[in-house]
């Protein structure tokens, strides 16, 4: 980040890899967590609300964005340089466009369920976010104290997968009843 | 008048049980391995 002045200038302090993000609480953030099979066979409605990821000191924000399938995002660059937003999917298809310093806001959409999409800066190597897709409203990425809820799940048998950038993916079979309220933890033990 | 008042009720017992019906589940990740550099 330091051959990059005006990326430097934007932290007081150094700026770590958000490869591995351990939570004070022995948790991890940036986790994506998701329902990975089991609903039934429905369209699910997609929210109009965009969702965004922004460019901000040279680091993406969020580091981990999920999003429904043709849900809109919104891209920005709040920095005063240039950006190029390369998200390189293998079922979606790929683009890569520049963002001039503090420039327009584009919105993206990804048509097709994909877990996950990495993005990289073809301009500042170091930074990285990651782009999960999914056909329906069931999923959460973990943030500052590690934890996840899913909400509105329909009754049933489902297995949920959490997904770490480093760490991989944890599966896990649940079953749960009509206004069940179930607690599910995973561990990762590297 | 009374007719109005069952209707809002039929439809705010529907809007609880649609509510109702769906299971939550929370939970959180946890990491015990080497502390990640």
Known sequence: MSATPACQRAHSTPQKSETAVL?????LRYTFVWIKSGLP????????????IDQKGCMYAP?????????????????????????Q?????????SQPPKGDTKTKSFPREEVMIP??????????????VV??????????????????LPAGTYTLEAWHETYGPLDQQITVGASDSKTIDFTYKK | MTRLWISCGAVAA???ATVSDAATVTGKVVFSGAKPV
């Open chain 1, 23 to 27: 939570n004070s609480n022995g948790t």
């Open chain 1, 119 to 132: 993005v990289k800066c073809n301009v500042h190597p170091w930074m990285r976010a990651y782009i999960a």
């Open chain 1, 63 to 87: 580091h981990v964005l999920a999003v429904m399938t043709n849900q809109p995002i919104d891209i920005r660059n709040d920095d005063p340089t240039n950006h190029n937003i390369h998200p």
């Open chain 1, 135 to 152: 056909h329906h409203p069931f999923f959460a990425v973990t943030g500052e104290d590690g934890t996840f809820t899913i909400k509105d």
């Open chain 2, 14 to 16: 529907l809007l609880l």
């Open chain 1, 41 to 52: 066979n429905k369209q699910w409605p997609v929210p109009t609300a965009h969702a965004a």
């Open chain 1, 89 to 97: 999917p293998k079922i979606n298809q790929e683009w890569n466009e």
